[in-house]
């Protein structure tokens, strides 16, 4: 009940958009190949159920495997950088031009070098880029702002630099490396849908393509009803990944405990 009073004006409102807008078509007989209604953009999500699950489903599993490999070597690599800053200062110009260059120019050249019958794999990369620098940058920043008087009783305590790592950094560092993995979530997700834009190939059958293709046949419900799904995706993704974030801090961070409280 909480939940549906905190989100019931949002839904309201969005209630009367969708209200609004099926009345605004209706009544001003906006062809349904510019501007479907609400209703024809249902009816095409009922209709192409089958193939947007198939598509929505390469689309996830996508995104999923660029956020593992963006929370896995961004985490990583935020450690060696932490640990040794020649590492930091040889290797971080190329991971911020990495980042600062656009992925539209970079995935030409995956897709080449990956090959074209591996396309899903070039998509999980080009994702992986987009999704790779929050998370780095979030764990280096989260890792240098511990406490040094904790620090120091660690040391006073001569704990090893692994048990430093296990049991002071990382816990520290955790609500700043949520709040990365919760930006890359995101990021990811877009990043697999620029990327299958790019590709431009058949081979690749995920959302991003069925909204090219919807597209291509002036299927402008359909193509409605692919991105509809693609947000629902990314709202889930959010909320997915919020829900993580609270189960690993609420018992010992002040601030998620206050929200329990609350």
Excluded: C
């Excluded at 605004?24 to 190949?33: E, I, K, Q």
């Excluded at 689309?59 to 660029?66: E, G, K, M, R």
């Excluded at 935020?78 to 260059?101: D, K, M, N, S, W």
């Excluded at 430093?164 to 990021?187: C, D, F, N, R």
């Amino acid at each position: 009940m909480r939940w549906l009073r905190s989100y019931s004006p949002a839904l309201l409102f969005g209630a009367a958009l969708l209200g609004l807008w099926e009345w605004l078509v209706g009544h001003y007989d906006v062809p349904a190949y510019v501007l479907p209604a609400p209703h024809l953009i249902l009816h095409a999500a009922q209709s192409q159920a089958a193939e947007l699950g198939a598509a929505a489903w390469i689309t996830i599993q996508i995104t999923a495997q660029a956020l593992f490999w963006a929370v896995t070597l961004g985490l990583g690599l935020a450690i060696l950088f932490t640990r040794a800053r020649l590492v930091e200062r040889v290797l971080y110009p190329y991971v911020v031009i990495l980042q600062v260059t656009p992925v539209v120019a970079i995935a030409p050249l995956v897709l080449i070098w990956v090959g074209f019958d591996n396309v899903n794999r070039a998509l999980v990369i080009i994702a992986w880029i987009v999704a790779f620098f929050p998370i780095l940058t979030n764990a280096v920043s989260g890792l240098r702002a511990v406490d040094p008087n904790l620090r120091d009783l660690f040391k006073l305590y001569n704990a090893t630099p692994l048990q430093t790592l296990l049991k002071l950094e990382l816990p520290s560092a955790l609500p700043q490396i949520l709040t990365g993995v919760k930006i890359s979530g995101g990021l990811a997700l877009i990043g697999a849908i620029v990327a299958e834009f790019v590709a431009g190939s058949g081979n690749s059958t995920g959302l991003a393509w069925r909204i090219i293709e919807t597209g291509n046949r002036l299927d402008i419900a359909g193509l409605f009803a692919s991105l509809l799904l693609l947000s629902g995706i990314g709202i889930g993704l959010f909320y997915l990944l919020s829900l993580a974030e609270w189960l690993s801090l609420r018992k010992w961070h002040p601030a998620y405990q206050k929200q329990g409280n609350g």
